[in-house]
């Protein structure tokens, strides 16, 4: 058999994808396929004797992961460099029971912010990475590692580099290129493509000093999504604050008091509430210790109360109410589309009246981002949504996605994919006829309506004959490239329509089928 030759992308992928698991620098993994072999529900490299797997002095270079990629030579690399450093980490998940959900973990990630891209591992258990810019201490990085992996729910995952020693080996990702069942999740659980896989993993690296921090503050659990709403929660408060004129002390001790619970609860720590709120009162003209006097005396009187009378009544949503951040409105479609932000949890995107219905959009989250909110008043409701539209976005629709788009390619169906007529005679048939000397296809109006407008499962089904007729004339220049007229037909007058030809792309030409070769006798 020849050697495979790598295509370009090929080998563009196989040196991004060294540079991104850069680790260990004199020696690699590797295995024989041919000894694989399932042990109960586990699948291992080496076979009854234990041969199959091997440590390899040499670095893992471009090239191997060239035939990696080709699916030629597994390829195997160890995260930790020999002096200590690493830049990528992986929490290793070993599920081989089929109760794992890949889709469920990525989405998790995606929904609470996590730089994390997760991989389906060699036995169809899970490879969660996390990927420095720089190199840092193997302590630091299996710290955060760790703590994330609590976050995650898999606590008891092996995490690579271990905090101390050389540890093992990770076997790579995409072992045979786009073909491996060994590839990069998406929320939902799709699959992404090497190409996807090296563009996620690339926007998701952090510095040293981020990934230092997400594992000082996962340890105590200050990166909940809940926490991240009270510190946004906190800031908008302070900026309220900021802006104010009157009433500036009193609102600093009643707003230090409202967030001394989330204190008391451990979702956001002392100090940071101090100093947002201080400064908040400086920039509102307090002078400094002022300011500092009512946000601890109001943080005090909270934190002395321990969780007793009131604490359920103040206004936090505590994340049971959505919280919208954006609106996109999409144009171009027959209705409104809104493509709303739903902070912690993505995206999602819904016919306007059913984002104004609170009811209703609770319920769409609920099955499309697997979250269930409380319902807000209506008048909330429309506060909530008001706030987000003054800053609305605006998008256009993709152009084969609106209703212009739809109807020309519907109406070309009609003119060139059923049965032509041979003569102006045939239209009474029901057939268009196609007048190629004069650039026009005539047809009765009525059998456009009931092809379009009468049959189940159609997109016009249901429109009325003067919306239909308002469409057409949009298409081109009316009187120019469509036309209204009457003519005899089996001796009876009757209303025709012509469109012009040009208009269109034309009919679908298939290939006919070929004939049988001959049979010998």
Known sequence: MSAHSPTAFEASSAHRLCELFLGAETRHGTYDPARLRLVGSKMEMKDATGEGPRDVKEPPTPQLWEQHLAGARPLGVSPLREDGMSRVGVVDIDRYDGGFDHGELAGKIRREGLPLVLTRSKSGGGHVWLFASDWMPQATMNAALVALAGRLGHADAETYPPDTGLGNWMNMPYLGGDRSDRYGVKPGGLGMSVAEFLEAAEKARMS????EALAASQAAGVGTATSRRVLRKLTERAAEIAAMIDGRKRTLH??????????????????????????????????????????????????????????????????RYAEIERIVIITGHDEPLWRVTVADYGDITLPSREVWKNELFNLRCAER??????????????????????????????????????????????????????????????????????????????????????????????WSRNRLGGMMKAIGRDG??????????????TEVRWVRMSLFDGPTELPLPRPPAPQPI
């Open 369 to 462: 981002l697997r979250v269930a909110f409380k319902r807000l008043s209506v008048n909330e409701w429309a506060d909530r949504l008001n706030g987000a539209l003054k800053l609305a976005e605006f998008e256009a629709a993709p152009k084969d996605e609106t209703p212009e788009y739809v109807f020309r390619m519907a109406l070309q169906d009609f003119c060139f994919d059923r049965h032509r007529a041979e003569s102006m005679e045939e239209i009474v048939l029901g057939k268009p006829y196609r007048d190629e000397d004069n650039d026009r296809i005539w047809f009765r109006f009525g059998d456009l309506y009931r092809q379009l407008c009468e049959q189940p499962g159609s997109p016009f089904r249901g």
């Open 208 to 211: 040293p000093d981020q990934i």
């Open 254 to 319: 009643d707003t230090a008091f409202l967030f001394g619970k989330y204190v008391l609860k451990g979702r956001i720590d002392k100090d940071t509430v101090i100093g947002r709120l201080v400064a908040a009162g400086v920039k509102a003209g307090l002078e400094h210790r002022i300011a500092e006097s009512q946000v601890r005396n109001g943080l005090e009187a909270r934190l002395g109360k321990r969780g007793g009378d009131g604490d359920d009544d103040d206004d936090d949503d505590d994340g």
């Open 480 to 493: 120019v490239d469509v036309f209204t007229t009457t003519t005899k037909l089996k001796k009876k007058t």
